[in-house]
């Protein structure tokens, strides 16, 4: 488990190879295909969110695209787009926008083409040199 904390801002894409809870600000996308994303009651996300499960306790602007589930708690403040197979408002839930149940695994299978590789730390990535640098 991974947590962005209050004090916390962050501007670019956010990626993890396990569940994140994001209590700070991310302004970017945030990129967990094979995990959960929380966004507690103090988090703000603006951009899109794409993970296994989302749930919303506090404010995100942008597409929620999840392939099993988007939770939208009590406290939550969604504007933007929610596509996803199974779809939780719970009541006193703020929601504007629009719900798609059927593009989830499209969208699914574009972001885990275009994530980047996590690297655990310690761990090092080879790559291939070019022979014109040499």
Known sequence: MTSIGR????????????????????????VLPDHGVAIGGSGRVAGDVTARTITVLGEV????TASALIELRPSANVTGRLCCPHLSIEEGALFRGTSDPTGAE???????????????????????????DK
């Open 106 to 132: 499209a969208a699914m299978a574009v972001a885990r083409h275009r994530q980047p590789e996590v690297v655990p730390a310690g761990e090092s990535v080879a790559t291939a040199s070019d022979p014109a």
């Open 7 to 30: 004090g916390v801002q962050i501007v670019g894409q956010v990626t993890a190879s396990e569940n994140l809870i994001i209590e700070g600000t991310v302004d970017g996308e945030v």
């Open 61 to 64: 602007e942008g597409r929620l």
